[in-house]
């Protein structure tokens, strides 16, 4: 049976882990990830940062091949890069068991990424290769095999959002913080904290008035 999980793993261990470590202001959110027949590719945006210093960072790594810059919104750039057959660490045991990345983003010193693994052994396994190669894994959550609702469920960090959010007065006309402030005492960037703030009210929504 097919199993969805939520998990956080420390900035480092993730290959982008580099990217948000040497500039921290970015914010990532990935895209989807390739698998090529020489290795892996990653699509993903970056807000925040200089064009040329993330592709300058990404380049840096041994395991990057090629850095390609696709395009952008207005607020975020869209990036490709190649990583060799050779990418170990948690991109290393996400291809050994055929596991999914359905949605990642980086937070702060660390990531969070939804996962679907063929079946609950390979979930199994895969926290066990992980806990003996020293990666810590937080297993926030667990669905049933249907692809959870993106406002289904609310992290511990989209929950502390919206409390600070409150409690510093952000909710109240005229507003008493602003989302740089807010975003200051977590250690993330303005577009980090306001996309944690947006799930969490969305998945509060959810929970509150239209799944009840």
Known sequence: MIQIVDITVPADAFELGALVERLPEVHVELERMIPLRDGIAPLFWAANGEREEIIETLESSPRTEEVRYLTEDGRRRLFEVQWSSEVDGLVGLLLEHDVRMLDGESIGEGWDFRLQFPSQDRLS????DC???G???I???MYDPHYPNDT?????????AIVAAYEHGYFEVPRRATLAE?????????NAYSQRLRRGLASLVYETMVKA
């Open 182 to 190: 807010l975003a200051e005492r977590f250690d993330i960037s303005d």
């Open 135 to 137: 990666i810590p894994v």
């Open 131 to 133: 806990k003996r190669d």
């Open 125 to 128: 396994a895969f926290q066990e």
């Open 139 to 141: 297993l926030r959550r």
């Open 152 to 160: 289904n469920g609310m992290s511990s960090e989209q929950q502390e």
